[in-house]
């Protein structure tokens, strides 16, 4: 009889060689001690057998590794091996934590591996200084692979497919450039995409480049390489602007409003105005009013796009001085904080308390927006934003026409 066989063959030792089964998975090694829990009448009579001693039904009984070994090394089974005890008695190999641990390592490993070496110079290179130095992308890279390694093989793939055949297809939509590889899909690096986010740190990284976190900065750091999010519906609304491009200069001529998309802003290399003063709103709404002034207009409607800065970019290095005035609301006051971080030469008119009070609506600001408040630390909007903090009220552009029209006449 072989000493698996013995142990077998007796029902009573069934719970406890479950018990140092677990253990060892735990372990790694065949040590420890486990404990049965209320012993049965079989296992009483069993274990009583095997251990010579008393062991009574009902109550727990502790042992060990060392201690069942100390038996067995005094029986007719002095040779045996735990190896081969485990093997037979449980028909196959016991996987511990530890070695499940060193395999699922070694197949991770072997994962990664396959996807550098189906890349080219110098994405292969790069691609496993980022493993080697397990940082926070490679903790996500892991993650996307416990979740569905194939797919993330065939992510990381088209993602550096994209960067290589950038150069040859710039300038590009996003969607168009999300088509162009193996994946096919035209929807791949839209920002709410965890593809997306994955392609943005990858890029960015490899571009040696801060990774964007903003939508803004996303955009942005696109357009820096050629790659525009949705070069028609990101419009800016201009009027009277001056441009080495006919059609810019026809709807001037004509006193005509003007919608420029990132399309356009293509094939325009310089944007200018007669007055080298261009006034800045964030309503659409006030446009009609103040049009009849014939003054450079741009309106941002609310939080400007990428166009408006690129618009305002070119018209700031034409030498025009830039005006703004916008809502007098947290929201509305981050806008314009903005801007002027944008733009250090940005000037802000009617800001006053005049101005504020001539603007006050009777919309209530709630707590949660007046907090937004906390940020805005640009000085020249600490008028309005004690206002606001002190009223708990909203000023609109339209209600102060008059005196935004007063305003410039005399900058004019």
Same mark, same amino acid.
């Given at each position: 009889?072989?000493?698996?066989? @013995? &142990?077998?063959?007796?029902?009573?030792?069934?719970?406890?060689?479950?018990?140092?089964?677990?253990?060892?998975?735990?372990?790694?090694?065949?040590?420890?001690?486990?404990?049965?829990?209320?012993?049965?009448?079989?296992?009483?009579?069993?274990?009583?057998? &095997?251990?010579?001693?008393?062991?009574?039904?009902? $109550?727990?009984?502790?042992?060990?590794?060392?201690?069942?070994?100390?038996? /067995?090394?005094?029986?007719?089974?002095?040779? &045996?091996?735990?190896?081969?005890?485990?093997?037979?008695?449980?028909? =196959?190999?016991?996987?511990? *934590?530890?070695?499940?641990?060193?395999?699922?390592?070694? =197949?991770?490993?072997?994962?990664?591996?396959?996807? +550098?070496?189906?890349?080219?110079? !110098?994405?292969?290179?790069?691609?496993?200084?980022?493993?080697?130095?397990?940082?926070?992308?490679?903790?996500?890279?892991?993650?996307? %692979?416990?979740?569905?390694?194939?797919?993330?093989?065939?992510?990381? $793939?088209?993602?550096?497919?994209?960067?290589?055949?950038?150069?040859?297809?710039?300038?590009?939509?996003?969607?168009?450039?999300?088509?162009?590889?193996?994946?096919?899909?035209?929807?791949?690096?839209?920002?709410?995409?965890?593809?997306?986010?994955?392609?943005?740190?990858?890029?960015?990284?490899?571009?040696?480049?801060?990774?964007?976190?903003?939508? $803004?900065?996303?955009?942005?750091?696109?357009?820096?390489?050629?790659?525009?999010?949705?070069?028609?519906?990101?419009?800016?609304?201009?009027? /009277?602007?001056?441009?080495?491009?006919? %059609?810019?200069?026809? #709807?001037?001529?004509?006193?005509?409003?003007?919608?420029?998309?990132?399309?356009?802003?293509?094939?325009?290399? =310089?944007?200018?105005?007669?007055?080298?003063?261009?006034?800045?709103?964030?309503?659409?709404?006030? /446009?009609?009013?103040? =049009?009849?002034?014939?003054? !450079?207009?741009?309106?941002?409607?609310?939080?400007?796009?990428?166009?408006? @800065?690129?618009?305002?970019?070119?018209?700031?290095?034409?030498?025009?001085?830039?005006? @703004?005035?916008?809502?007098?609301? !947290?929201?509305?006051?981050?806008?314009?904080?903005?801007?002027?971080?944008?733009? !250090?030469?940005?000037?802000? #008119?009617? @800001?006053?308390?005049?101005?504020?009070?001539?603007?006050?609506?009777?919309?209530?600001?709630?707590?949660?927006? /007046?907090?937004?408040?906390?940020?805005?630390?640009?000085?020249?909007? $600490?008028?309005?934003?004690?206002? +606001?903090?002190?009223? *708990?009220?909203?000023?609109?552009?339209?209600?102060?026409?008059?005196?935004?029209?007063?305003?410039?006449? +005399?900058?004019?």
């Amino acid at each position: 009889m072989q000493v698996w066989e @013995y &142990f077998k063959s007796n029902l009573g030792f069934e719970r406890l060689f479950e018990q140092l089964r677990k253990k060892y998975i735990s372990l790694g090694r065949y040590s420890g001690t486990v404990v049965l829990k209320n012993v049965s009448r079989e296992e009483s009579e069993d274990l009583s057998d &095997f251990f010579g001693t008393t062991i009574k039904e009902g $109550e727990d009984y502790k042992t060990s590794f060392s201690k069942i070994e100390k038996k /067995l090394r005094e029986s007719k089974f002095s040779d &045996f091996t735990w190896e081969e005890l485990f093997l037979g008695y449980f028909g =196959k190999d016991i996987m511990t *934590k530890k070695n499940g641990r060193n395999l699922e390592k070694q =197949k991770e490993k072997e994962f990664f591996d396959d996807i +550098i070496l189906g890349l080219k110079e !110098p994405y292969q290179t790069f691609f496993a200084d980022i493993l080697l130095e397990k940082g926070n992308l490679y903790q996500i890279l892991r993650k996307r %692979y416990r979740l569905n390694a194939r797919e993330l093989k065939r992510d990381v $793939e088209s993602i550096f497919e994209m960067i290589e055949n950038l150069d040859e297809i710039v300038p590009v939509s996003l969607s168009v450039l999300a088509s162009s590889s193996k994946s096919g899909n035209p929807h791949f690096l839209d920002f709410k995409e965890q593809t997306s986010v994955l392609f943005l740190k990858l890029f960015s990284r490899f571009c040696q480049e801060m990774e964007p976190v903003t939508t $803004e900065e996303k955009i942005e750091f696109l357009a820096s390489h050629g790659i525009y999010v949705d070069s028609f519906s990101n419009y800016v609304i201009t009027y /009277l602007l001056k441009s080495d491009i006919e %059609y810019v200069n026809a #709807f001037a001529n004509f006193k005509e409003v003007l919608n420029l998309n990132l399309s356009n802003l293509f094939n325009i290399g =310089k944007l200018d105005t007669d007055l080298k003063k261009v006034f800045i709103f964030e309503n659409p709404s006030i /446009l009609s009013t103040i =049009k009849g002034m014939n003054i !450079p207009v741009i309106i941002t409607s609310g939080n400007p796009n990428h166009v408006v @800065y690129k618009v305002l970019e070119r018209l700031s290095s034409s030498g025009n001085e830039l005006y @703004y005035n916008g809502d007098f609301d !947290p929201e509305g006051l981050g806008i314009a904080m903005n801007l002027k971080k944008k733009f !250090p030469n940005l000037k802000f #008119f009617c @800001y006053e308390e005049e101005d504020y009070f001539s603007s006050l609506s009777k919309r209530q600001i709630s707590s949660s927006r /007046l907090k937004k408040l906390d940020g805005i630390v640009e000085p020249d909007l $600490e008028i309005i934003k004690k206002q +606001i903090l002190n009223f *708990k009220c909203s000023g609109y552009q339209e209600k102060n026409i008059s005196r935004i029209i007063e305003k410039i006449q +005399i900058l004019i």
